[in-house]
Structure formats: structure tokens, C-alpha cells
């Protein structure tokens, strides 16, 4: 007998849009996120359009990626962005002191940046340095980006071969100040943040959506003082939470684990809630109308590092488990969309929970990025709730997490309805009756995330070995959905 959940969906009763950049991605100066990962340079034999490969990205372009955040993390705190602009072969280098200690070159700098992102067809997403620049370096930058006016910072963009100013609209306001961003506390932080933040201006009509730097996991202490400090000068507030099984550091292969640490890893994906819960009655203490979101910029798992990578690169493997942890992550953020205004996994290449991973010329698509596809359709679209009435549990060895996890959103220039659904239990099927309250379907199609172990991965060899395949497990009777979910998978269901 496989688990057996019922639910209702509620479609008279439509909830908030899912914010496009609830998935947004992440890309820093980190081991080969940047350099091989995404840039390759214009010299390179990789085919590649103005250094960016080509390769990498037609695959994130199908990702339909809204927003991306970029230099850092950590990184970010030590960018100096005058060092990576004018020509390549002049630009100073400098030590990447958080990741491996290598040197960067600068050679992707904010010219660079802004290219990708136009190829990608995204907005960019700025994080200025707070930690050991200066407020003169961070104005200017926005002035550089930003001011179509005869001024010195625009000009000597011009210099550099952008007549116009880009559009620019997140700007991050430093990165983990509490830590590798200054290891301030937060009544301090608030204080440099309104600082810094009085002197990022709006140029020639660019308007900046401020995001100031937010709380390490749970500490609410961090999100009371800078919400009653500082609400009032942001437009964003965010928060980091990494899916570290046995917290850290990362002490867990990404690929050798048992049924255990499969259990464990998506308990601890599933802590992305309470903390959402946590942080947003904070928030609207101070800001009951929800006018600050909550930016969750960083997330993601975090394993112990491929044997062999070079050290402090993060590079790990992705399995069908990651594409678990992505699918409970996008439930939980479509819960909570009306606080909750952009995300940004960590990390878009070869860097913590990737979407691809490359070696030299070759790459592959991970499972993760296997979710992120499956659940585009969900990008914009309003959630319709989805009350889950009788949910089996998933136990072992005492624990408890909920067997069956779900999402539903209709999309507003067709009107079709998208409801993904996940199974947990890498032993049972499970049986999901979704009763459609106020919803006439008559057809359904789907697709089918899962592989035979929970272990599954691609590898440069096999690259398509975990990939979606069309569902027929679905089909639509008297008024309900109902879908016979095989174990440990992730199933994304289209109605008409
Ligand atoms: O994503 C890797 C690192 O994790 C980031 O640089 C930092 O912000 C966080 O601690």
C-alpha cells in the first residue's frame, strides 16, 4: 500500500504571485563559479560569446534565471570594483583571501557582469562592499552603473565603451556583516547602513531597491535591531540559511550517504519554515503592510568538498537528494510569498548546491537543475493555497518529516495551473488525492524527477543519468488530482 495524502486545492481563494525572483540565483568569486564556470574569456576554445561559454549558457538561459547576485558573498567585502573595469591585460590582481587564497585577476569585472546578465536576459543583483570599502567607493560605483549625466563616474564608463547606463535595481548593502562582512553587531551595522545607504542615490531615473545585510539563520536579535533601526531606509532585509546536515563545518559527502543522512539532510532543508515564520513576525512588527521583503540571498546545501577539488573551491556533487531539498525550498518560499521577495541559490556553477558543473569543455545539468526547470512555471504566477488534510509521515529511527510536499500556482497570461508535488520517502510511493475547489480541469500532463537511488547523480560520463521524464501517473477523477508519486521523487503537474 503506498502513503496515501489527500488535500484540497483552493483556487476561489488565491494567495500572493510567486515574485519571479523567488528563484534567483547566486554567482561569486568562488573557486570555478566565476572563472572556467561561467567565464571562459574571448581567447578561449570553448565557444564562448564576448568570454562568456556558450555552453553554460544556453543551459541557465532555459532556466528563465529573473535575477542574479553577484560578486559575492564573502567576496564582496573585499571587491574593489575599480580594479575590475577598463582593459583586461591593465587591471591590477588581488588575493581572493576567503576562497583558496588564489589570485583573481579582474578580468570579469562589472562590464562583464552586466554582459552575462544581458545574455541571460536577468536583472543584476549588486552587493557593494561594506567591510573594507568606503562610502565614496560604493557611490560611485552606483553613479558608474547608474547616471546618464556628464559626470566623472559616467564618463569614464564611457571610457570604457558604455555610452548608456545600465539599469540597476538590487543593490546589496554589504554581505554577512556579522561576519566575513566586518563582524559587526547589529546595532553598529544599522548605523553603517544607513550611512552608506544615504549615499547610493538614484540616477537618471534608476530606482535602487536597497537590501540591507540580514541575520545568520536564527538570529533574531540580528532582524529586531535592523528592522527598528533601519526598516525605514530598505527595501530589503536578508537572510542566509545553508542546509548543512550536521552543521557546520560541512563534514558530509555529497554522494555517500545512507537513508539517515537523507532523512536528516531534508529535516534540515525543511528548518527553512520556522525561520521564514521567525523572522517575518519580527518584520511585521515593524513593517505590518510587508513592504520590506525578506531576501533570502543565500541558500542551498553545503557538503564536504569533492575529494581531490582544490581547497576552500566548494565544489560538490548534486544528487537526487538536492533536487529534494530544492523542491521543499520552493514550497516553503511559495507559502511565504507575501514576505518573501527574491531568493538566490548558492551557487549557479561548480560552487555548493549547482545548477551545472563543468570540467574543461565538458558539463552537466544537475538534479537541482532539474527542479529549477520543472518549476519555472511557477515564476510570476499567484499561489493557489494547498491544504494538505491527511499527510503521511516519513519516520525514521524517531524522527518525522512530512512524507508529501506541495505547491500550486496559476499562471496569469494563460490562465493554466501548475501544482508540483514531492515524495520524500525513498522506500514507499505515495497516493496524492488533491481535491480542486473551484477549478474545472479536464486535462492534466506531467513530468517525473526521480532516479533509482537516492545516491543518483550526473557525471561527466553520464551526464543525463537523473533528468525529468514524461508522468502518466497522474490523471484527473471526478473533480480531484489524483497522482501515485513513485518513492523520492519530484512530479510537476500541468492542468487545463
Ligand atoms: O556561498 C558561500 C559563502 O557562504 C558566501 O560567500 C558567504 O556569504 C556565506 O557564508
Known amino acids: 500500500m503506498p502513503l496515501h495524502a489527500s488535500a484540497t486545492l483552493r483556487a476561489a481563494s488565491p494567495g500572493p504571485v510567486v515574485n519571479r525572483n523567488l528563484y534567483g540565483h547566486f554567482a561569486e568569486h568562488l573557486g570555478r563559479g566565476i572563472y572556467e564556470g561561467l567565464w571562459v574569456g574571448p581567447d578561449s576554445p570553448i565557444p564562448n560569446t564576448r568570454g562568456i561559454r556558450d555552453d553554460v549558457l544556453a543551459a541557465l538561459k532555459a532556466l528563465d534565471i529573473p535575477v542574479l547576485r553577484w560578486p559575492g558573498g564573502c567576496f564582496a567585502d573585499e571587491y574593489h570594483w575599480k580594479d575590475g573595469i577598463g582593459p583586461r591585460e591593465l587591471r591590477p590582481r588581488m588575493i581572493n583571501t576567503h576562497w583558496g587564497s588564489v589570485v583573481e585577476n579582474n578580468h570579469f569585472g562589472t562590464h562583464e557582469f552586466m554582459d552575462l546578465c544581458e545574455q541571460l536576459g536577468c536583472e543584476p543583483y549588486i552587493c557593494g562592499n561594506v567591510g573594507s570599502g568606503e562610502v565614496k567607493e560604493m557611490m560611485e560605483w552606483v553613479e558608474y552603473l547608474t547616471s546618464d549625466a556628464l559626470s566623472p563616474m559616467a564618463d ?115 528548518h527553512m519554515e520556522t525561520l521564514i515564520r521567525r523572522h517575518s513576525a519580527i518584520m511585521d512588527v515593524h513593517d505590518p503592510e510587508k513592504r520590506v521583503g525578506m531576501i533570502i540571498d543565500e541558500w542551498g546545501t553545503w557538503f564536504k568538498q569533492e575529494p581531490g577539488s582544490t581547497p576552500g573551491f566548494l565544489y560538490q556533487q548534486n544528487t537526487l537528494r538536492d533536487a529534494l531539498v530544492a523542491a521543499l525550498h520552493f514550497h516553503i518560499f511559495h507559502r511565504h510569498a507575501d514576505r518573501v521577495a527574491m531568493t538566490n541559490i548558492a551557487q549557479t556553477v561548480n560552487v555548493l548546491q549547482a545548477m551545472i558543473l563543468t570540467d574543461g569543455p565538458r558539463m552537466l545539468r544537475t538534479p537541482t537543475y532539474w527542479v529549477f526547470e520543472m518549476f519555472k512555471v511557477h515564476q510570476g504566477g499567484t499561489v493557489l493555497p494547498v491544504d494538505l488534510h491527511a499527510s503521511p509521515a516519513y519516520e525514521l529511527d524517531g524522527a518525522s518529516i512530512p512524507a508529501v510536499s506541495a505547491g500550486a500556482t496559476r499562471r496569469a497570461v494563460d490562465g493554466a495551473v501548475h501544482v508540483s508535488v514531492a515524495n520524500t520517502h525513498p522506500r514507499e510511493a505515495a497516493r496524492v488525492e488533491l481535491r480542486l475547489d473551484g477549478l474545472g480541469a479536464k486535462r492534466v500532463s506531467g513530468r517525473l524527477l526521480t532516479a533509482a537511488t537516492m545516491q543518483a547523480h550526473n557525471t561527466f560520463d553520464a551526464p543525463d543519468a537523473v533528468q525529468p521524464a514524461p508522468f502518466a501517473g497522474a490523471k484527473l477523477v471526478n473533480g480531484v488530482l489524483v497522482a501515485e508519486l513513485p518513492p523520492m521523487s519530484v512530479v510537476a503537474l500541468e492542468l487545463a
Open 156 to 270: 569614464l564608463r564611457r571610457k570604457n565603451g558604455r555610452d548608456k547606463p545600465w539599469r540597476v535595481r538590487y543593490f546589496g548593502v554589504g554581505n554577512e556583516s556579522w561576519g566575513c562582512g566586518g563582524s559587526m553587531r547589529p546595532e553598529y551595522y544599522a548605523d553603517e547602513y544607513r550611512r552608506y545607504n544615504t549615499f547610493c542615490k538614484n540616477y537618471s531615473g534608476n530606482q535602487l531597491y536597497r537590501i540591507a545585510c540580514g541575520a545568520n539563520v536564527d538570529d533574531y536579535r540580528w532582524t529586531e535591531v535592523l528592522m527598528r533601526e533601519a526598516g525605514r531606509n530598505m527595501d530589503g532585509l536578508s537572510l542566509h540559511y545553508y542546509t548543512l546536515p550536521t552543521g557546520w563545518p560541512p563534514k558530509e559527502s555529497a554522494t555517500e550517504f545512507d537513508e539517515a543522512m537523507w532523512h536528516l539532510t531534508l529535516s534540515k532543508a525543511l
